[in-house]
């Protein structure tokens, strides 16, 4: 049986700084809610001096969303908050409420992490209030963070990478946000730092040195339990998988994904050359073969692990790529809201020829020439109406080498999806739809007289 594979816009968003960071949050109470950051590099700044421009020449801004996929609501999402921040180089929510309410980690511009508190307010929405921060040193960028909580961890803490090359392990406590320990990882940029959710004692990181490197907390960082030098350029992406044991997946500006079994870091999994340089990577919320990959300057691509994480030395297929963004390609994550099989209504206003904003505040509707290549990338047709999922494009192709079911009982996938790409700063809500093939009915034979 075949597999149709299909991508479709719902929304796009014009951030109007840079777009480089978002994630929709874990927790199944908030999982509507979506936070998006941006990093603007301020131009003409000629009075700064060597030891301020750090911090003051990168501004940012925290944009913070409400979604309602159902069909009856176009657009989908509502802008609820902007606050103006240093410029913001990584998103984490905490996976496990803090003190009932979901937990924002921002890695800054300014050498801080940053932890916000979602709070509901009295017009039913809700918005972030800045709780705790940590400064990470003097004179360096916070490139990223990773919570300990992917599979649920109590002793809740962050790792974050810096632009010195250093690590750091914060330790959350009722009021606080504290330094357990720094070291120096890399000879250059840390771009990435990531727990393995199975050990939270032990964390990875990658850098501009080209190195991925293991660290086990218990022995202290004197030195790496492992460095490899597997990827050819600047390490910038590590994931854990939540779902399978030992399951590490991590990319780099050597336009590879490789996946690793944490037991045997000598060697990958596999390598699937995607065509970009893989700034981030993340896990499905629920699928464990599913890995949605932002590839820089080669879009994004949803890519299907089973057969590597099985053991068979094989690159992992591509099932869907998305390529509407016109700029590149850095934030990128799986929305754990629930979507229906059927295609939302169209709007009811005349179909436009240009793109231009809508009353809807930031929304941009696109008209795109759908691809002919393996996927099918759809919007509206000519009339400004969506088209329906039963409506069968001309050029419409299967998903490539179609043996994979998205589940064991073979049921069709529908997933909400957000991505943001940097210098056009737009920030593109989708949905991506697996399902099987419907078979062609032999025709009944014309009984003869």
């Known amino acids: ?43 003409g700044d000629d009075k700064l001096t060597a030891e301020d421009s750090t911090a003051l020449s990168r501004i940012g801004r925290l944009y913070l969303f409400d979604c309602n996929p159902q069909p009856s609501f176009i657009p989908p999402l509502t802008e609820t908050q902007r606050i103006d921040t240093p410029a913001i180089l990584d998103l984490k929510w905490c996976h496990v409420p803090i003190s009932e309410r979901p937990l924002l980690g921002m890695a800054s511009a300014s050498g801080e992490i940053q932890l916000y508190k979602l709070m509901e307010h009295q017009q039913g929405t809700c918005g972030l209030e800045c709780e705790l921060r940590a400064e990470l040193g003097p004179d360096r960028l916070a490139l990223s963070l990773d919570w300990s909580t992917g599979r649920g961890e109590s002793d809740v803490r962050v790792v974050s990478s810096d632009s010195t090359g250093s690590l750091t392990v914060l330790s959350l406590g009722e009021a606080s946000l504290n330094a357990v320990c720094q070291w120096k990882a890399h000879d250059f940029e840390a771009w990435i730092s990531a727990f393995s959710y199975w050990d939270t004692q032990i964390v990875y990181s990658g850098g501009d040195d080209c190195k991925l490197k293991g660290w086990d907390l ?12 597997r990827h050819t350029m600047g390490v910038c992406s590590i994931h854990s998988n939540p779902h399978r044991e030992h399951i590490l997946a991590t990319g780099s500006y050597d336009e590879n994904v490789l996946l690793w079994d944490g037991r045997n870091m000598k060697q990958p999994l596999s390598e699937t050359a995607v065509g970009g340089g893989v700034w981030r990577l993340k896990w499905h919320p629920s699928q464990e073969h599913l890995l949605l990959a932002a ?151 014309t009984p003869s007289s």
């Open 1 to 43: 049986m075949g597999w149709k594979s299909r991508t479709r816009t719902l929304q796009v968003f014009d951030t109007e700084l840079s777009a480089d960071t978002l994630e929709w949050c874990p927790l199944p109470q908030w999982s509507h809610v979506l936070a998006c950051g941006t990093y603007q590099l301020q131009k």
């Open 218 to 229: 218990r022995i202290g960082p004197s030195s790496p339990t492992f460095t490899s030098k």
């Open 295 to 445: 590839c820089m300057h080669n879009d994004f691509h949803i890519l299907h692990c089973q057969k590597a994480m099985e053991g068979q030395d094989a690159p992992c297929p591509v099932l869907a790529s998305y390529i509407l963004h016109n700029s590149l390609a850095y934030g990128a994550d799986w929305s754990r809201l629930s979507l229906s099989n059927s295609m939302p209504p169209s709007p009811q206003e005349p179909p436009q020829t240009s793109i231009g904003l809508t009353e809807s505040r930031g929304h941009l509707r696109i008209q795109y020439e759908s691809p002919t290549a393996s996927f099918d990338t759809s919007l509206e047709d000519d009339s400004g109406q969506y088209i329906p999922d039963h409506c069968l494009l001309p050029e419409k192709r299967s998903a490539p080498d179609p043996f994979f079911s998205p589940a064991k009982d073979a049921q069709s996938l529908s997933c909400l999806m957000a991505t943001c790409s940097f210098y056009d700063h737009m920030m593109h809500v989708w949905r991506w739809d697996w399902s099987p093939e419907e078979e062609q009915m032999p025709s009944e034979p």
